[in-house]
């Protein structure tokens, strides 16, 4: 069996410190610095990756390649799984994300919202 490695998780942005603030309000991170060009959240418990955010002139242009799944309905069904993934994006809404689009369970899948960062990248509530 192979070894374990940590994973870090980087994105482009325009301004590392604000979206890092707002990855560090949604998952529970801590600050792992600001470098001007550069910051990271960091998980307190060292078990989540480790997220970079760095400067890039350009802006985003087309959907992501790579999302975060941000797991806060695990195990949930139905109406209670949606219930408590629209208190989570009216929490994350006040942070300065937007719903993109909300997902109802249908016969093979359970329900999820798409949503956008304070930058436009997508991520998922699930």
Not at 39 to 63: C, H, I, N, S, W
Not at 82 to 102: D, I, K, M, P, W
Request: hydrophobic share 40%; with cysteine.
């Amino acid at each position: 069996m192979g070894t374990v490695r940590k994973v870090q998780v980087t994105f482009d942005c325009a301004e590392p410190e604000r979206v890092a603030r707002f990855w560090c309000s949604v998952l529970g991170y801590v600050s792992g610095g600001d470098f001007g060009d550069a910051a990271v959240a960091q998980d307190p418990a060292g078990e989540g990756p480790r997220l970079y955010f760095q400067r890039v002139p350009e802006g985003k242009t087309v959907k992501n390649r790579v999302h975060l799944d941000v797991r806060v309905g695990t195990g949930l069904v139905g109406a209670e799984r949606l219930a408590v993934l629209t208190a989570e994006s009216e929490r994350l809404v006040a942070l300065g994300a937007t719903v993109f689009q909300v997902l109802v369970a249908d016969e093979e899948n359970e329900s999820c919202i798409v949503m956008q960062d304070v930058e436009g990248n997508e991520f998922c509530l699930d």
